[in-house]
């Protein structure tokens, strides 16, 4: 397959850069970027470790393919993250213990900063059924759920 | 609830993960964050048949392919290994024969991904096919063909246990009522996030350096050191963070041998990450097993008996087995007295992926069967299952008749939170129809007394502090935090003895060179174990401290007590002086300070066969409620809400331990509701994240977390473990709420909805109406 130029915006910086059709724009964000924060937890659409946002929208990195980034911005967990301190859903997350292990937390929190951001107080119904792409072994969800209703100034 | 007030400045209170910063920003490293200049990818051939014997595998033209660096099979490292010494079955790639569908053939090191799988595509395996076993009841006798030459009598049984403890004819003879309760348990697997991966670099000073997702870093590191044939002081093995594990990374791994051997081979580091399936595949979840068990009670509900037997399906390779053995039998001895006990277990080969240890290992299904069989003695009795259980309960300071020591438990003050905050009396049976509540208990170990590898005369853990100038202190262990939080309660427990602030404390990343053993994240015993060395070591830099501040201060060190950075005289505080005057006191006689701590369980247990099983210096003991609901109609149902209620003696870290209660119901309601790893023969066909279902957010149920517990009094400041025992009391909770809801007991996990509808059906059609329905 082809190569062809690649022109997008990583987490606020233009990118552009010559990529092979075929590559899968998680690769791009882990192997060429170094962007490890997104993880990689199945490769196949199935635990949501890889989501990052696409013009905002939760997407899974696994799944697209890294031309779908074209003309596009791509918001990594990197780019959420201020350089001073933490996001206020980072913070809710350490403080209510809603990340155990933490290999599912960059995706939740990228879900979770997509809903808040279009859902500025959401339900406790429709903090589950945002994070419901997401798998977290470790937390049973309960402290998530609660972490994302605290920013959302629910309890 | 009981000890909310602690009489420790951090312990006892929500501490966050000192690493969760680096969690939440994306900036922990996992081992596949990680990379080394000139990594080569490493891949692997698996077996396409159950089993097979191998006539040749030629790997000439693979080797000859582009960016191929090196293509190994199974004959250059034929040293047997497995996590238990005493039953090494498993080699790291397939010798002579292949077990199960996934067994490794061969391995590939190439430049990058395409190049190894063209490598292994190029792979010729010549093999005769043999007979597959899938079901472990064929393997019980005789077989044509045996998986292993290790298997009793020509047959495919790996272990086989008879324990026989009182008279249990006798008690059956006089008993006023028995239950029978059979189950079949379908296998499950843990599912943790963050694929197996290790990466391996051989150097020219002749050192091989192993990073590994593991919970058990030194088990890895022995293995690594047996079949490699490297001494232990030549191989360093770092633990970077680890995605979970729930009991899946604690066996050393084919896969992590393969990546070191490809190491050696090439002299170049290697990496390699296995895909979803390959997860799968490589398994070591819980057993499928199948239980059948006797109770045997006099007519006030006294519990006189247990006869029990399981037969449990080992897949491919030993690994735990010996332990599960016994485990399925042994952990049926709490929380209630059971004056005589018979046990019959057999653990057998079949050509499915290796079974191992999972979260609440060898304590799940067995303990489902139990709680669903007392429900129905009180029935029986018509008691009510709390009345059942309170007269049952193992009081503090007794011994079972296995001679497992208890000594600390709240069991009856779990009792009675459940029972109280749900409401209980006043919804059992009382409920509408469709809608239940339901009582599951359990118990489980804080810490296998016996360590896999060495005598008890060494210690199960050991903790190295060092103090210096800047004020920090490095803390040096090699327990792993797989998720849990024991890097943090390592820290608090420090910070608490020293008095120092929690950002001091630096827990150094395991890496054998320099973190002192232990034996790692399993059988529930990192917070025991771990904990109490900590304590020691800090005690032990603690004394340095006071001295010094005596030197300064002119007061005794007894008369001196820590307060948050200081420490003053106890009856003049404005006498005293900061941590940093006393450290920098006493590095005056020695540079910077150092201290170690270490724990190794006290002498217990009896001295019949297989009296170390199931022995622990404490148990945390459970009692969950739960309430569902069931749509007659469909099957479906839902769990509504559940309480809690656990004895893990003094909890250190309140977030930690909720998290570990909400997280092992979530785990445990996904074996109840449909977790299973399901095969055709020997194929299993549903190796993804999507065809396993695990419980959805919305599925997961409201927890209200019940910690009841008193101090145990040889824990690290009264705590007791909270990582496995959760999760063994939600399954029955779950099975004892459905049948108050709808009158149909369920004895076989998973639970689907269809099982539902047909058992609501099979009772309409009998006729059999429940509370009016
Ligand atoms: S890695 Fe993309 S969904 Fe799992
Ligand atoms: S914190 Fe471990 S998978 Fe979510």
Redesign the pocket.
């Known amino acids: 397959m082809a190569s062809r130029p690649l022109r997008t915006r990583v987490n606020g910086t233009a990118l552009e850069r010559t990529v092979p059709d075929e590559r899968i724009l998680l690769d791009l964000l882990r192997e060429d970027l170094r962007l490890t924060g997104t993880k990689r937890g199945c490769d196949l659409g199935t635990c949501g470790?890889c989501t990052v946002l696409l013009d905002g929208r939760p997407t899974l990195s696994c799944l697209t393919l890294a031309r779908s980034a074209e003309g596009r911005e791509v918001t990594t967990i990197e780019g959420v993250t201020p350089a001073e301190g933490l996001h206020p859903v980072q913070r809710a997350f350490v403080e209510r213990g809603?990340?155990?292990?933490?290999?599912?937390?960059p995706g939740?929190i990228l879900t979770s900063v997509a809903l808040l951001r279009d859902h500025p107080h959401p339900s406790r119904e429709e903090v589950a059924r945002a994070i419901s792409g997401n798998?977290?072994?470790?937390?049973g969800y309960t402290k998530?759920i609660e972490a994302v209703l605290a920013v959302g100034g629910g309890k | 609830m009981a000890s909310e007030a602690s009489p420790y400045r951090l312990l006892g209170t929500r501490i966050p993960y000192i690493e969760g910063p680096l969690?939440v920003s994306g900036r922990a490293e996992y081992t596949d964050d990680l990379t080394r200049p000139n990594l080569l990818v490493g891949r692997l051939l698996r077996s396409p048949w159950p089993h097979a014997r191998l006539r040749s595998i030629d790997v000439s033209a693979a080797r000859k392919m582009p960016g191929v660096a090196a293509v190994l099979t199974g004959e250059k490292y034929p040293t047997t290994f497995g996590v238990l010494p005493i039953t090494h079955d498993e080699t790291a790639l397939a010798v002579g024969k292949t077990r199960y569908i996934g067994d490794i053939l061969a391995a590939v090191a190439a430049s990058d991904e395409l190049s190894a799988e063209r490598a292994l595509a190029a792979i010729q395996v010549d093999a005769e096919v043999l007979p597959e076993y899938s079901d472990p009841h064929v393997g019980l006798g005789a077989v044509a063909e045996p998986i292993h030459s290790r298997g009793l009598n020509g047959s495919n049984i790996q272990k086989e246990v008879h324990q026989h403890f009182g008279d249990v004819d006798a008690a059956f003879a006089e008993a006023a009522h028995t239950v029978r309760v059979r189950g079949t348990f379908a296998g499950v697997t843990h599912a943790?996030?963050?694929p197996l991966v290790t990466m391996a670099e051989a150097t020219p000073d002749g050192r091989l350096t192993v990073w590994s997702a593991t919970q058990v870093p030194h088990y890895l590191h022995r293995a690594l050191s047996e079949v490699l044939g490297i001494p232990l002081h030549r191989i360093r093995v770092l633990k970077p963070e680890v995605?979970?594990g729930f009991g899946g990374k604690s066996d050393p791994l084919p896969h992590e041998i393969v990546c070191a051997a490809l190491a050696l081979e090439t002299g170049r580091p290697v990496k390699m990450l296995l895909d979803r399936e390959d997860v799968f595949l490589t398994n070591h979840g819980r057993h499928p097993t199948q239980n059948d068990l006797r109770v045997a009670a006099d007519a006030e509900g006294h519990l006189l008996a247990y006869d029990l037997s399981a037969v449990i399906d080992g897949g491919a390779w030993s690994s735990f087995g010996t332990v599960t053995t016994y485990y399925n039998g042994v952990l049926a001895m709490g929380p209630y007295r059971v004056p005589n006990f018979r046990y019959h277990g057999r653990r057998v080969y079949t050509t499915k992926p290796p079974s191992g240890a999972m979260r609440a290992h060898g304590g799940t299904n067995v303990r489902y069967t139990i709680e669903t069989a007392l429900d129905e003695l009180a029935e029986k009795l018509g008691m009510s299952p709390f009345e059942l259980r309170m007269k049952n309960a193992l009081p503090p300071n007794s011994t079972t008749i296995t001679q497992f020591r208890i000594t600390s438990t709240s069991f009856l003050a779990c009792l009675k939170a459940a029972r109280e905050r749900s409401g209980f009396d006043e919804k059992f049976r009382k409920l509408p129809y469709g809608r239940g509540i339901g009582l599951g208990c359990g118990f489980y170990i804080s810490g296998s007394n016996s360590p896999i590898h060495f005598t008890p005369k060494m210690p199960q853990c050991t903790v190295h502090l060092k103090a210096d100038m800047d004020g920090g202190i490095a803390v040096h262990c090699m327990q792993a935090d797989i998720?849990q939080g024991s890097n943090t309660l390592l820290a608090a427990i420090v910070a608490e003895v020293l008095g120092v602030q929690l950002e001091r404390v630096h827990v150094v990343p395991v890496d054998s060179d320099v973190s002192p053993v232990d034996i790692g994240s399993y059988s529930s015993r990192v917070t025991f174990m771990m904990g109490n060395a900590a304590r020691q070591a800090s005690e032990r830099l603690l004394a340095l401290l006071l001295a010094a501040a005596h030197e300064l201060t002119g007061y005794p060190a007894k008369q001196l007590r820590v307060r948050e950075e200081r420490y003053e005289v106890a009856h003049r505080p404005e006498v005293g002086v900061s941590y940093l005057e006393a450290l920098h006191k006493a590095m005056e006689h020695s540079g910077a300070l150092q201290a170690s701590g270490a724990y190794t369980s006290p002498p217990m247990g009896g001295t019949h066969k297989g009296a170390r099983a199931g022995t622990a210096p404490a148990y945390s003991f459970a009692a969950y409620v739960a309430e569902a609901s069931v749509d007659a109609e469909t099957g479906f149902f839902a769990v509504e809400k559940v309480w809690a209620a656990f004895d893990c003696g003094r909890p250190l870290n309140r977030l930690a331990v909720e998290g570990q209660i909400e997280g092992s119901i979530h785990m445990g309601l996904g074996q109840f509701m449909g977790e299973s790893m399901n095969y055709r023969g020997s194929r299993l066909l549903n190796p993804s994240l999507l065809e396993y279902k695990i419980p959805t957010p919305q599925q997961m149920p409201e927890v209200e977390v019940l910690l009841v517990g008193a101090d145990d009094p040889e824990g690290p400041f009264g705590a007791k473990e909270a990582g496995e025992g959760p999760l063994v009391a939600i399954l029955p909770a779950v099975g004892n709420a459905l049948y108050d809801a709808v009158g149909v007991r369920f004895y076989d996990l998973p639970v689907t909805p269809d099982k539902v509808w047909k058992g609501i059906e099979r009772r309409r059609a009998e006729g059999t109406p429940w509370k009016g329905t």
């Open positions: 470790c809603a990340t155990q292990c933490g290999f599912c937390t939740f798998l977290c072994r470790c937390t998530i | 969690k943790f996030t963050e995605g979970g998720g």
